[in-house]
């Protein structure tokens, strides 16, 4: 069964980075396109970056220049460095694949950007 093990949110002023990191197992991580979601209370979870095998990336417009999504296929894990954030990031955000999330969701990591 897939597992996916999200963790590194928290709680950081407007302006602020935070990395968050994703570990997965039960699946062959190498041939798998990642993404990282997020959903913010009362909102539909949306996909805010998202890295193909090879490597590509592509960005939400909300995120684009601030945020960045990484990959390391040796221990299957995927991470996303946001800096710059703002109150609008605040959300549970969690990792999965691409363009078809599989089942089980992780238990996600909370992100709350405030003053």
């Known amino acids: 069964q897939v597992q996916f093990v999200e963790s590194g949110g928290g709680l950081v002023q407007p302006g602020g980075s935070l990395r968050l990191s994703c570990v997965a197992s039960g699946m062959i991580f190498s041939f798998a396109n990642m993404a990282w979601y997020r959903q913010a209370p009362e909102k539909q979870r949306e996909v805010v970056a998202r890295i193909t095998i090879g490597g590509d990336t592509v960005y939400a417009d909300s995120v684009k220049g601030r945020f960045t999504i990484s990959r390391d296929n040796n221990k299957n894990a995927v991470y996303l460095q946001m800096s710059s954030l703002k109150p609008e990031d605040t959300a549970a955000y969690y990792c999965?694949?691409?363009?078809?999330?599989?089942?089980?969701w992780g238990q996600g990591t909370q992100v709350t950007v405030s003053s």
């Open positions: 999965n694949t691409v363009p078809v999330p599989s089942e089980p």
